[in-house]
Antibody, heavy 121, light 105 residues
């Protein structure tokens, strides 16, 4: 059974940093693109960014709203995905979902339960 | 970025109804369009990918169609568990989602 379990969310002040983790199991993690998608309270879904697999040089893409502030990384030996968030803004407040990018990122076929990040003073 | 616009934003229907949700892209995306269902407090769930391919385990009352810039999600006979919010998402370029359609009783 595919499982994605996020952790690391919490309350942080504007300008602060936070690192989210996602533990994957039930599939060959190293073979898949992995993405982060977020959802502000009561709002819709927003794609945050993606990391590809080794054969694609672990290349990354980011939404314009987070580019230069957020960094996605992965550790295939630990089946883990990470999201380093710096210079956080109040508008970054959201539930952050770890997702598997099925078919080389064509769709998001598995999602974690999400972790809430609140940016507030 | 490609903008995705869903209509309607909300929809009231009854069990047994046939409902259709529309998604329009700001430029052509061929058939690179996916649909998700999200229930309150839960993560989204993939329903349809590549505009019309049903994800494994999804009931056959769900169907998708369209290409280019105009797409539809149809539920042929609403069941109580279908009342949720639905999102379209394009994968032609950097992923973007529609704003969602809330399907209410």
């Amino acid at each position: 059974e595919v499982q994605l379990v996020e952790s690391g969310g919490g309350l942080v002040q504007p300008g602060g940093s936070l690192r989210l983790s996602c533990a994957a199991s039930g599939f060959t993690f190293s073979d898949h693109y992995m993405d982060w998608v977020r959802q502000a309270p009561g709002k819709g879904l927003e794609w945050v960014g993606r990391i590809r697999y080794k054969a694609k040089s672990y290349s990354t893409d980011y939404a314009a709203s987070v580019k230069g502030r957020f960094t996605i990384s992965r550790d295939d030996s630990k089946n883990s995905l990470y999201l380093q968030m710096n210079s956080l803004k109040t508008e970054d407040t959201a539930i952050y979902y770890c997702t598997r990018g099925g078919n080389d990122g064509y769709f998001f076929d598995y999602w974690g339960q999400g972790t809430l990040v609140t940016v507030s003073s | 970025d490609i903008q995705m616009t869903q209509s309607p934003s909300s929809l009231s229907a009854s069990v047994g109804d046939r409902v259709t949700i529309t998604c329009r892209a700001s430029q052509t995306i061929t058939t690179s369009l996916n649909w998700y269902q999200q229930k309150p407090g839960k993560a989204p769930n993939l329903l349809i990918f590549a505009a019309s391919t049903l994800q494994s385990g999804v009931p056959s009352r769900f169907s998708g169609s369209g290409s280019g810039t105009h797409f539809t999600l149809t539920i042929s006979s609403l069941q109580p568990e279908d009342f949720a919010t639905y999102y379209c998402q394009q994968s032609y370029s950097i992923p973007t989602f529609g704003q969602g359609t809330k399907l209410e009783i």
